[in-house]
């Protein structure tokens, strides 16, 4: 087991944790306003895949969090670099709120399938498209894997399920983007601590779990999906 060291830095978690949807957390600004009052970094981290970096913070500070944008690392974020990276044209399936992070990508021609959440486009029709894409030897890159999130009417189903069919049905294999060993540390880039002097804030038992695979501690709250 790793020596823990003094705390340096909190990854907070935002849907679930901070608000759902359009609906602050009861207590959560006030609990942020004390997190900044303390000697640590905060960064903020999501895997939602239906809005874009703009999107999110327009809501987080319409719901009166003191946020800035350097300060959010999202799924987007790291699925464009991989996207870069790899040097594909991917057939987009994320919400087309979140396609202003995509921005300069090369879409047309697709050669590669990427699947973040988009209820709008999980039909048939589409998620066929993506089958023949992928017989054709086209990689599946899967944004995350989430099982279901938390919506006010209750439990969603995620994009999980919908990447396993087409894992099954193509006999291959998703890459995923959101893997704690890359994710949580791309999250601390930049602010110079080590997993070791983190935690991370979370409503869910996958990404607390996940965190504390790289060496972070965890804190789970009884809010969003717990």
Known sequence: MATRHALEAVLVDLSGTL??????VPGAQEALKRLRGASVIVRFVTNTTKKSKQDLLQRLRKLEFDISENEIFTSLTAARSLLKQKQVRPM????????????GIQTSDPNAVVIGLAPEHFHYQILNQAFWLLLDGAPLIAIHKARYYKRKDGLALGPGPFVTALEYATDTKATVVEKPETFFLEALRGTGCEPEEAVMIDDCR??????????MLGIL??????
């Open 206 to 215: 996958d990404d607390v779990g996940g965190a504390q695979d790289v060496g």
């Open 221 to 226: 709250v009884k809010t969003g999906k717990y």
């Open 92 to 103: 987009l399936l994320v919400d087309d709120r979140a396609l202003p992070d995509f921005k």
């Open 19 to 24: 608000h759902i949807e359009d609906a602050a």
